[in-house]
């Protein structure tokens, strides 16, 4: 008797600390969408250095890393995470996001270290598909061009309406575009896991529409809905 209040007492004790540590790990979910989701919205509010809507009319996907972090000394490196949704053709809503994760390397003369917020806006299907793919690098087949700052139509050149992705960095509160071919994304399936339950990959949470639209998430499907129509 008393053996099986201690395997009772043991098993209760794992099952409170391990809800405890998903509780703790689905936070830091919880705040990607949080800072992803302001990120955007100063963004969309920077007078006349975002991104423009003739761009984001086109979009078909929209990502943001918040406080990506790059670091270079000789070699530089970047990792950070973040979130990625996908425009519904048929009703132009947006789906639920799903998590990524972004890695990359640089060579050159450079030394210090910043964390920087990234948007990756998709323009196309080809672009899409790519970055649905579990681990995506960009460059090659999908390069991403830095893209244009400034509300104008104008600011969508024949160079940018022809690229699949494009890039957005900010750094110290300034807007500009920024290169990152020769980054890697990849489905972060470990925090889709935390946050819908399952190890969902990209397509299946932002294509497919599996997991539901818990309210972990619900700020940055806001958010998407009162900038991009």
Known sequence: ?????????????????????????????????????????EIMTAPDKGISKAILDRA??????????????????????????????????????????????????QVGGQSIDLVLVILNERGLNNLLRNEFKIGGEASAVAGPVGRSAEAATDVQMRAQI?????????????????????????????????????????VDGKGGHPEAIALWKETLANYVK
């Not at 009772?8 to 004790?13: E, G, K, P, T, V």
């Not at 575009?177 to 969902?200: H, K, M, P, Q, T």
């Open 1 to 41: 008797m008393q053996i099986r209040r201690i395997v009772c007492w043991a098993l209760a004790c794992a099952a409170l600390f391990g809800a405890a540590g998903n509780a703790r790990a689905q936070s830091e979910e919880v705040a990607v969408v949080r800072d992803a989701s302001a990120v955007f919205t």
């Open 166 to 206: 494009l890039s957005y960095s900010r750094s110290r509160g300034l807007f500009a575009g920024i290169a990152v071919n020769g980054s890697s994304v990849r489905s972060d399936e470990n925090a889709n896991l935390r946050v819908y339950g399952e190890r969902y990959t990209t397509r299946d949470i932002a």
């Open 60 to 109: 078909e996907a929209i990502a943001v890393f918040p406080s990506l972090l790059r670091a270079a000394f000789i070699v530089g490196g970047q990792h950070g995470h973040g979130i990625l949704s996908v425009r519904d053709k048929k009703t132009g809503g947006w789906s639920a996001p799903a998590f990524v994760t972004i890695t990359g390397g640089s060579f050159g003369a």
